[in-house]
């Protein structure tokens, strides 16, 4: 089993930064890729960012590229959200999440999720 863990979470104004973090603990020997995803309130949970922890390729919504970037520390099991000109409607809880397959596609299953972090984008 693998434990994810989100921290970062917070309030912050229009046009500010943030940075997520996601620790993993447990078999985490089995996490191929990881990824954020958010939920507004009264919206679906939508893909953000997705890394490979093997070599680093990355895959983003459409709507943060150029903004938003992921990363990996191995030895540390975690992996990072900077998000960068932030706008109001981006408010909602972060979910960091892991799988076992290498494969970037976002639409693919999850194996394991974390419980979120709240985001709050004020304007």
């Known amino acids: 089993q693998v434990h994810l863990v989100e921290s970062g979470g917070g309030l912050v104004e229009s046009g500010g930064s943030l940075t997520l973090s996601c620790t993993a603990s447990?078999?985490?020997?089995?996490?191929?890729?990881v990824g954020w995803f958010r939920q507004a309130p009264g919206k679906e949970r939508e893909f953000v960012a997705i890394?490979?922890?093997?070599?680093?390729?990355?895959d983003y919504a459409g709507s943060v590229k150029g903004r938003f970037r992921i990363t990996r520390a191995n030895a540390r099991n975690v992996v990072f959200l900077q998000m960068n000109n932030l706008e109001p409607e981006e408010t909602a809880v972060y979910y960091c999440?892991?799988?076992?397959?290498?494969?970037?596609?976002?639409?693919?299953?999850?194996?394991?999720w974390g419980q979120g972090t709240q985001v709050t984008v004020t304007s």
């Open positions: 890394i490979r922890r093997r070599d680093g390729t990355t």
């Open positions: 447990g078999r985490t020997s089995g996490v191929a890729t």
């Open positions: 999440a892991a799988r076992r397959s290498t494969a970037l596609i976002p639409t693919q299953p999850m194996d394991y």
